[in-house]
C-alpha cells in the first residue's frame, strides 16, 4: 500500500458479552477514509458460550477453546467474503481481536485467546492480531482500543461521547479539536473503562432465569433498586480513580444482590451500570452534548432510559447518527489493522495511559 491508499480489510469481535462474533468487512486508509460494505454475525451456541465462559479469568492456557473459537472465526470470513462477492486475494488485512480471557493491567497482564496464524492460513489474508500487547508492554491499559476509530465516525457536534455497553461499559469523549491524523489528537480526546456494563446483570439473569440477558429489560423494570445494596456495590476504588484506566470483565463482586428476588437483583445490578457511568462524568474536560451508545446495552430500554435520566443529556443508540452499533468494534479492528500495517499509533496518553503514542499488533502471513 501507498501511504496514502485505501484496501479493504476485515475486523473480527468476539467480545466480553460472549454473545457471538461479529464480522465486518470496510475500505479503509487507516486514517480519515472510511467505508463500511458489509457485515455478519455469528451468535455463540450456549454450549460453546458455556465452554467460553469456564475459561473467563483464568489466564492459562486454553488450547481446545481457542481452537474452536478460531475456526469460528475462520468460518465467519469466509461467509462474510462470499456474501459480498469479494475475493480473499483483494483484502489487504484481517483484523483478529481473539477473546479477552484475563485482563490485570495493574500487573501488565491480557490474555487474548486466538491462533492468529491458523487464520491466515485458513482464510488466505493476512492477519493482524495481538493488538494490545504492545501497549502494555510500553506501560498502558491495553483498552479501551477503539478510540482512534470513534474519532473518524464522530458527528460534526462536539463534544460527543461514544459510549460501548458491552460486558463491560467504556467511553470515548471526544472534543471539538479532535480530527484523525493530527499530531495533538490525544489532547482532545479521552477514553476509559467506566465500570461493570451487561456482564453482572447476564450473569444474574442466567443463573436464576436461564435466559442469557435480561431482555428488553424487562426484569429491571418489574423489580425495586435496593439502595443500601447499591451503595456496597459502587463502594469501590476503581470510580475514585483517574483515567486512563480498564477492568477485566470479572472485577466487580456482585455477591451484595444475593438475598434479593430476581428482578429487584436485576434493577439494582441495572442502576449499578448507570451509576458507574454517571460517575465518569467528573473525569470529563466538558460535558457531551449527546452520548451514542453502541454494544448490546442500546438494546435495552430500561438502561436507555435511566441512563438518559441520570446523565442528563441526549442519550442516543449510534444508529441515529447512522452508525451501525452491532459492526461498530469489529470495523475498528479492521481500521486499527490497516493502522498497524502503516506503522501508525493505535492508542496514547489519554485512551490507555501509554507515556507515547504507540502502534501495535502482529502480523501473522498465510504462508
Known sequence: MSASESCLAVGLMSGTSMDGIDA?????????????????????????RAKLRQVVGVAGSHDAVAAELTARHVTIVQELLSAAGVSAATVCVVGFHGHTVFHDPANGTTVQIGDGQRLARETGVDVVADFRAADMAAGGQGAPFAPLFHVVRAPSERPVCFLNIGGVANLTWIGEGAMAGRDDLFEHIRAFDTGPGGALIDDWVQRHTGEPFDRDGCLAAAGRVDAAVLAKLLDNDYFRAPPPKSLDRDAFDASPVQGLSVADGAATLTAFTVDSISRALSHLPVLPVRWLVTGG?????????????????EVLPTETAGIDGDAMEAQAFAYLAVRSLRGLPLSGPTTTGVAAPTTGGRLFRPN
Not at 430500554?301 to 441520570?310: E, K, N, Q, V
Request: without cysteine; charged residues 20%.
Open 24 to 48: 465486518a468487512l470496510v475500505r479503509t486508509d487507516g486514517m480519515s477514509a472510511f467505508e463500511p460494505i458489509a457485515q455478519l454475525d455469528h451468535p455463540y451456541d450456549s454450549g460453546f
Open 297 to 313: 446495552g442500546r438494546r435495552n430500554p430500561t438502561l436507555m432510559a435511566w441512563l438518559g435520566r441520570s446523565l442528563g443529556a
